[in-house]
């Protein structure tokens, strides 16, 4: 079935930097990869989502990129704020495409 | 106007105990899902209804029964709870099985489960 990996665990950043997540899949009939934030005590809100047929989505001061040949994408923040902090979550579907499989999460810590 | 909401928010209970969580959507999704998320914060699909039909059952102990009286109602029933049992368990929603970026998954807050 549909295995993904996601680095780092853990990524701490000064406010105002960059912060890059990364996440490859092994099944390559996947087809679509949202990023889902999780701040404490809620539950996941997707935040960005891209598929196959796309390279590259912006939104503001986030953007996810995908590499179909590698089978990996990546998330994106710019500029990032104290209020991006919080757990952050690659996922794709399974084989059966009826589920989302989630990445281990990236705890970001943005310090002001 | 919550979309998802789940009932109750924490649940502490006992070894042995029979215990329920309820989840509701209002967005009108045909497909409903249970997730579990361990204390390392890994979220792994349990179940998936569709209409209320099961379609995703995955390696859960037959502990867990998940009952979806309508489609846009989807509650879990654990018997025999165990210290393992431990864990936020989210309920989500989409429009069909399988998310996609006109049906993106919603979740829940979450239900934070504690076995003693």
């Known amino acids: 079935g549909e295995n993904v990996e996601q680095h780092p665990s853990t990524l701490s950043v000064q406010e105002g930097d960059s912060a890059v997540i990364k996440c490859t899949y092994s099944?390559?009939?996947?087809?679509?990869f949202p990023w889902y934030k999780q701040e404490l005590g809620k539950g996941p809100q997707l935040i960005i989502d891209?598929?196959?047929?796309?390279g590259e989505k912006k939104d503001q001061r986030i953007a996810v990129t995908l590499n179909k040949t590698a089978k990996h994408f990546s998330l994106h923040i710019t500029e990032t704020q104290p209020e991006d902090s919080a757990v952050y979550f690659c996922?794709?579907?399974?084989?059966?495409?009826?589920?989302?499989?989630f990445g281990k999460g990236t705890t970001l810590s943005v310090s002001s | 106007d919550t979309a998802v909401s789940q009932t109750p928010k924490y649940l502490v209970t006992q070894m042995g105990n029979d215990k329920s969580i309820k989840c509701e959507q209002n967005?009108?999704?045909?497909?409903m899902y249970w997730y579990k998320q361990d204390s390392k914060k890994f979220l792994k699909i349990m179940f998936s209804?569709?209409?209320?039909?099961?379609?995703i059952n995955e390696t859960v102990p037959n502990r867990f029964s998940p009952k979806s009286p309508d489609k846009a109602h989807l509650n879990l029933h654990i018997n025999s709870l165990e210290l393992g049992d431990s864990a936020v368990y989210f309920c989500?929603?989409?429009?069909?099985?399988?998310?996609?970026?006109?049906?993106?998954?919603?979740f829940g807050n979450g239900t934070r489960l504690t076995v003693t």
């Open positions: 989500a929603s989409s429009q069909h099985p399988g998310p996609t970026p006109n049906s993106p998954l919603h």
């Open positions: 099944d390559s009939a996947s087809n679509y």
């Open positions: 891209i598929r196959s047929n796309v």
């Open positions: 996922a794709a579907l399974n084989q059966a495409g009826t589920a989302l499989i």
């Open positions: 967005l009108g999704h045909d497909t």
């Open positions: 209804y569709n209409n209320k039909e099961l379609i």
